[in-house]
């Protein structure tokens, strides 16, 4: 296994190694505040990457997001390999610092095929320019991103009215990019990862993807899947088809129907 530090691949001694997988990302990256950042990020060769491997994004602030894969924890992020030709860092406004992290290529099986490190500098641009000579120094950067003011978090009230949010081209496009992606890995009988892309297309507002999402916790459905090992939760079923009913699925309905719910 080659791991990668700041774009470096390490190989063992001795004779021609055959091609390992490896990633390649700058060893900063800088940004302003308010903008879209590119993050290229390479893998290859192509012939050394397993089938279904994805990279695994750790150390951004969880105000931080990316136009592509799903957030799969505080500041950690899941990418399919299709999504780095186009994947950029929403970085909002009020963030400044640096953050330092960590790049990985994992195969579907959860095993670390290589990493990088990198470190992303959000700043206004008379910060990241260089000082001029005779300049005053600028203040340093501080150590960890300094996000701005939390938005109120929680679920809208229950007693409220609902309607289902209205998805433009681009972003239901991309929600059924995150359900294909869940249905692959589905039919391999990876139901954990499964979830994951289910979420996050539910988080977009897509009502068959909480459909999906709903069905890996449903008695009746893992058993149409004949899904081994994979334990049903009524109460997590029953919260997701009535999420799928809030955003409008006619199905939602039968579905509760049949859990004993209404």
Same mark, same amino acid.
């Given at each position: 296994?080659?791991?990668?530090? %700041? *774009?470096?691949?390490?190989?063992?001694?001795?004779?021609?190694?055959?091609?390992?997988?490896?990633?390649?990302?700058?060893?900063?990256?800088?940004?302003?505040?308010?903008?879209?950042?590119?993050?290229?990020?390479?893998?290859?060769?192509?012939?050394?990457? $397993?089938?279904?491997?994805?990279?695994?994004? =750790?150390?951004?602030?969880? +105000?931080?997001?990316? +136009?592509?894969?799903?957030?799969?924890?505080?500041?950690?992020?899941?990418?399919?390999?299709? *999504?780095?030709?186009?994947?950029?860092?929403?970085?909002?406004?009020?963030? !400044?610092?640096?953050?330092?992290?960590?790049?990985?290529?994992? !195969?579907?099986?959860?095993?670390?095929?290589?990493?990088?490190?990198?470190?992303?500098?959000?700043?206004?641009?008379?910060?990241?320019?260089?000082?001029?000579?005779?300049? &005053?120094?600028?203040? @340093?950067?501080?150590? %960890?991103?300094? &996000?701005?003011?939390?938005?109120?978090?929680?679920? $809208?009230? @229950?007693?409220?009215?609902?309607?289902?949010?209205?998805? !433009?081209?681009?972003?239901?496009?991309?929600?059924?990019?995150?359900?294909?992606?869940?249905?692959?890995?589905?039919?391999?009988?990876?139901?954990?990862?499964? @979830?994951?892309?289910?979420?996050?297309? +539910?988080? !977009?507002?897509?009502?068959?993807?909480?459909?999906?999402?709903?069905? +890996?916790?449903? &008695?009746?459905?893992?058993?149409?899947?004949?899904?081994?090992?994979?334990?049903?939760?009524?109460?997590?079923?029953?919260?997701?088809?009535? =999420?799928?009913?809030?955003?409008?699925?006619?199905?939602?309905?039968? @579905?509760?129907?049949?859990?004993?719910?209404?």
């Amino acid at each position: 296994m080659a791991l990668l530090a %700041a *774009g470096s691949v390490v190989q063992r001694p001795g004779l021609a190694q055959p091609a390992e997988p490896r990633v390649t990302i700058a060893a900063t990256i800088q940004a302003e505040p308010a903008t879209q950042t590119a993050l290229s990020i390479q893998v290859g060769p192509p012939g050394a990457l $397993p089938a279904n491997s994805f990279i695994r994004l =750790r150390g951004l602030p969880p +105000t931080v997001s990316l +136009t592509e894969g799903h957030a799969i924890g505080p500041g950690s992020w899941a990418i399919p390999l299709f *999504g780095l030709a186009t994947l950029k860092a929403n970085i909002p406004a009020g963030v !400044s610092g640096r953050s330092e992290i960590v790049v990985t290529l994992v !195969s579907v099986d959860g095993k670390l095929l290589a990493e990088v490190r990198s470190a992303l500098v959000v700043g206004s641009a008379a910060m990241l320019a260089p000082p001029q000579p005779g300049a &005053p120094a600028m203040p @340093r950067i501080a150590n %960890a991103l300094t &996000p701005p003011s939390p938005m109120p978090a929680g679920r $809208p009230d @229950r007693n409220s009215p609902l309607r289902p949010p209205e998805l !433009s081209a681009e972003e239901k496009a991309r929600a059924e990019k995150l359900v294909a992606q869940g249905e692959r890995f589905l039919a391999q009988g990876n139901i954990a990862l499964a @979830r994951e892309f289910f979420r996050r297309a +539910t988080d !977009s507002g897509l009502a068959q993807a909480a459909i999906r999402l709903a069905a +890996t916790y449903d &008695p009746a459905e893992l058993d149409r899947l004949q899904a081994q090992g994979v334990v049903p939760d009524r109460a997590e079923a029953r919260k997701w088809y009535e =999420r799928a009913r809030e955003l409008g699925a006619p199905e939602a309905e039968e @579905r509760l129907a049949r859990l004993g719910g209404s």
